[in-house]
């Protein structure tokens, strides 16, 4: 790690917004930061393959959403890299609700032939995971929404049959 300039202070460090502090000190320098920030991971971005490479899915942007990391990890945590015909099976078993039954259709583009590993086995993680990447969405229907719109293989589509 390189050494400060000498001309940047502690008081300097308080008076100056961090985007210009990461300009004088250099990207590579770390700048203290408050608690809040460093345990709120959903504010670093990161590419989400909707359909897994494990799959054979590519790096066209279709295929990629960016979300935060802390519900990449959750995602995947649940999901591993399962296709969307085993991920809509895994809701079924695990997470709908009585009057409900998730169906997934394929939409277009290419099937996925492949069959993917499942996330972890352990129901304590399986729950605070899935807490974890739900904690905006009310309503079953809400959740299906946001695994559509943003984590499921956009060549498929999960619907609610009640």
């Not at 940047?8 to 990461?22: A, M, Y």
């Not at 930061?33 to 494990?54: F, G, L, N, Q």
Request: net charge positive; proline share 4%.
């Amino acid at each position: 790690m390189r050494k400060k300039p000498f001309w940047v202070t502690e008081r300097d460090k308080r008076s100056l917004k961090s985007d210009h502090i990461n300009k004088v000190l250099g990207e590579k320098n770390v700048i203290h930061r408050k608690k809040s920030d460093i345990v709120h991971s959903e504010k670093i971005m990161t590419k989400h393959h909707r359909r897994p490479r494990a799959l054979d899915g590519s790096n066209f942007p279709s295929n990629i959403s960016m979300i935060s990391n802390e519900i990449h990890k959750a995602w995947t945590l649940i999901m591993g890299d399962m296709s969307a015909e085993q991920i809509c099976n895994h809701i079924n078993i695990h997470f709908k609700p009585r009057s409900a039954t998730v169906i997934c259709i394929f939409i277009n583009g290419h099937r996925c032939k492949k069959a993917g590993a499942p996330g972890t086995h352990d129901e304590a993680k399986i729950s605070y995971a899935w807490r974890i990447l739900f904690k905006d969405c009310r309503s079953f229907k809400s959740k299906i929404d946001f695994i559509n719109s943003t984590l499921l293989d956009p060549s498929y589509h999960l619907y609610i049959r009640y």
